[in-house]
Each structure stands twice: as structure tokens, then as C-alpha cells.
């Protein structure tokens, strides 16, 4: 993991400008490639950039930049370490730092908000002092209200998407005005969407609908399937301190089932607890999809872990069947199948199921459904991995 963090970390090297530390847009901006500039301009939807003299296009950015509806925009859709770094550079010319992890800084450079400078083999980050000033004006007591409000729905967004996949606007607003006394209405819902749609999210709209990005064209019918399966059906809905914790990306109930079977691999198939980790949170994520059983077994395989015949298997499989009958799945709307008075996921659960001598397994490598270390936020599969 830590030299994986290292190598995240190169990055902000290889996208830094090398050279001397320069603090004003007027300064930095002309020494951007044309190509750059250009992907500013389209981020802020200026008008005939494409026919644009190089010079023109950076006056251009450098006003939308400095814009105080668009600096608004920005700063409310700023996450939390974003926002974090954004106040450490308001107080000082630069800051010098080479442990920051690119996801905190990928949508400020983005938003031509912050730039990073490779001087001597340090890492310089800067927020102009244009920029600077243009916060000053912002109005800051309205700001953070607002702020906060579309923090909050977000958070509501990802818990939904965390702990059920797909979420009808209906039904999110349903969530939260029962757990908040400030309503929410579609009409806000809809603005709040439209706002956190300019930078890249972990779920998009369609037809009223909130749907996870583990959805796209490749598996349509696997949508429709999950849409199918929960029609008309109740949602779980926790209290709001759980709830909230599904906005954490990845999140997921760490049930005794979870830690049985963890604890069943550590003791007799693989002393790597990182690599058990990662094989159990993978596990638990195939459960949650309510995979067929031979399908979440192949996992073991890719992680090195051979399974083991006879005995061992038979409790291998009796394991994984308990942690999948506990296990909250999209299809059930956020329920555990014991909740609904379901069974396992197989009649047979030993078909298909191919066993091998035990191996001992030794691996740095990140499970897809864990966090990405660069710090975005999101899955290491739809990330770095």
C-alpha cells in the first residue's frame, strides 16, 4: 500500500509545472500549452474558444476563473479535503507539501483553481492571488449556508447510491425530509444534481432515477433487472447517523458473519491479512450483487488463495452463505435476505465449485471495492485501478 501511495504521489509530479513558483493567474496561464487551456475553457463553457488566439483564451479562462457566480459554483461543490487544502493556501503565498494525494487536488486544478509547481525536487501548490481576492468577494456568510445544504444532499446522493444502487428521486427526497426538518422539494434536487454533474461523480440521472456509475451500457440489463427487482418493494432506511455513513464510498456493514469468514481464511488458508481483507471486502461486494455463489468462490482464485477440498470446503461454502444471507443487497432495497426470510443463493451451492490443494498466498494487491489510495474517494476499480 505505501509504495503504491508513493507512486500516486510521483504523479503530482509528472502534472506539475517544473520551474519557478509563480502565485498570479496572469503569470501562469500564458505558460499553460494551448491544449490545456483549451480543456479550462470547456470546463467553463466559453464561447468560441476553439477560434481563440492563445493569449485570448487565457484572458478568457482567467475571467471565468475569477467570476464570482463560478467561484460560488466551485467552491460548493467542494468536498471536504478540497476544501481543506483550499483554506491552508488562502493564508500563505504558497505551500510547499510532497505527501498530498492527487485526489485532493484533481478537481481545484480542474476548476483552474490551484496549480502545483515542481521546483528542486519539491512540490509547490498554489492558489492565485486573483483567485484570492475574488474569495474575499464572495459572499462568504451565504457561501458556507449554501455550502453545507448541498454537502448534505450529496451525501444523501452517495448514501443512496452506496446502499441501494439505484434511487428514485421520489424516494431519496423521502429520506431525507424524514430524517431533516429543512425540506427538500424535486425542483432543488434537480439543481443540486446539475451542480455536482460538472465534475466527475459516482452516479449520474436518467428519467428521474439516481444511478450508481457501476451501471453503464455494457450491463442495461442488469439495470433493468435491479429496477424490476425492487418495485413497489419497501427501502431499508436507517437512522440518519448509519445512513450517513454509506456516503463514505465503499462503506459497508462489517457484519459477525464478515469477520467469521475473515477470521476461517486467516486461520487456515492465508496469513496475509491485507490480502484476506481485500478477498472478504470483494466478497461482500459480489453478496451485495447477489452474485451466484460459484461466481463469488472464483474470488479466492484471483487472489491466490486456492480453495481446499473437503471439510474445509464444505465450511468455506457454509461461511460465504452466511455472510450472503446477511448482506444488504441493491435487489432487496437495501435489506439482508434473513431480514426478508430468504435463503442462499444457491440450492446447490456446491456446483461449479472446483476444489484445490490450500496455499499459503502472499499479495500487496488492492481489492477492486476497496477505496483508491490516490484519495478521490472512489472504488480503486473506478480509479486508479
Not at 493567474?25 to 480543456?39: G, H, M, S, W, Y
Not at 465503499?250 to 475473515?262: K, R, S, V
Not at 472478504?280 to 459480489?286: A, C, K, L, R
Request: proline share 4%; with cysteine; charged share 25%.
Amino acid at each position: 500500500m505505501e509504495l503504491l501511495i508513493k507512486e500516486l504521489q510521483k504523479l503530482n509530479v509528472q502534472n506539475a509545472m517544473k520551474g519557478e513558483v509563480k502565485t498570479k493567474l496572469a503569470e501562469i496561464l500564458p505558460t499553460l500549452t494551448k491544449d490545456k487551456l483549451n480543456l479550462l475553457a470547456g470546463n467553463y463553457e466559453i464561447k468560441g474558444r476553439s477560434k481563440m488566439k492563445k493569449q485570448e483564451l487565457a484572458d478568457a479562462v482567467q475571467a471565468a476563473i475569477v467570476d464570482k457566480e463560478e467561484l460560488a459554483l466551485a467552491l460548493r461543490m467542494t468536498g471536504e479535503k478540497e476544501w481543506e487544502l483550499l483554506q491552508k493556501l488562502l493564508s500563505v503565498p504558497y505551500l510547499q507539501d510532497d505527501t498530498v494525494l492527487p485526489g485532493a487536488t484533481f478537481f481545484l486544478i480542474n476548476a483552474g483553481l490551484m496549480y502545483s509547481f515542481y521546483e528542486e525536487d519539491k512540490l509547490y501548490y498554489v492558489l492565485p492571488e486573483e483567485v484570492k481576492t475574488a474569495y474575499a468577494d464572495v459572499a462568504l456568510p451565504t457561501l458556507l449556508k449554501e455550502r453545507e445544504r448541498c454537502q448534505q444532499v450529496n451525501a444523501y446522493i452517495l448514501a443512496a447510491m452506496n446502499l441501494y444502487g439505484v434511487c428514485s428521486f421520489e424516494q431519496l427526497i423521502k429520506i431525507y425530509n424524514e430524517q431533516n426538518e429543512d425540506g427538500l422539494d424535486e425542483a432543488e434536487l434537480i439543481r443540486i444534481c446539475v451542480m455536482f454533474a460538472r465534475r466527475e461523480q459516482s452516479w449520474h440521472v436518467d428519467g428521474g432515477m439516481l444511478i450508481a456509475d457501476y451501471f453503464d451500457e455494457d450491463n442495461q440489463e442488469e439495470l433493468d433487472g435491479l429496477l424490476a427487482s425492487v418495485a413497489n418493494k419497501p427501502y431499508y432506511v436507517p437512522d440518519k447517523q448509519e445512513y450517513l455513513k454509506y456516503a463514505v464510498y465503499g462503506y459497508y456493514e462489517e457484519t459477525p458473519q464478515l469477520a467469521g469468514l475473515e477470521q476461517y481464511i486467516l486461520q487456515y488458508l492465508c496469513e496475509d491479512k491485507g490480502l484476506v481483507q481485500n478477498l472478504v471486502s470483494e466478497i461482500q461486494f459480489h453478496c451485495s450483487m447477489a452474485k451466484p455463489i460459484e461466481e463469488i468462490l472464483m474470488g479466492f482464485e484471483e487472489h491466490g488463495i486456492e480453495l481446499p477440498a473437503g471439510d474445509q470446503l464444505q465450511m468455506i461454502v457454509h461461511l460465504v452463505i452466511n455472510v450472503y444471507n446477511n448482506t444488504r443487497m441493491w435487489s432487496n432495497a437495501g435489506f439482508k435476505p434473513v431480514e426478508l426470510g430468504g435463503g442462499s443463493p444457491s440450492a446447490d451451492p456446491l456446483r461449479n465449485v472446483v476444489p484445490a490443494k490450500p496455499q499459503q498466498a502472499v499479495s500487496t494487491k488492492i481489492g477492486r471495492n476497496e477505496p483508491c489510495p490516490c484519495g478521490s474517494g472512489k472504488k480503486y476499480k473506478k480509479c486508479c485501478g
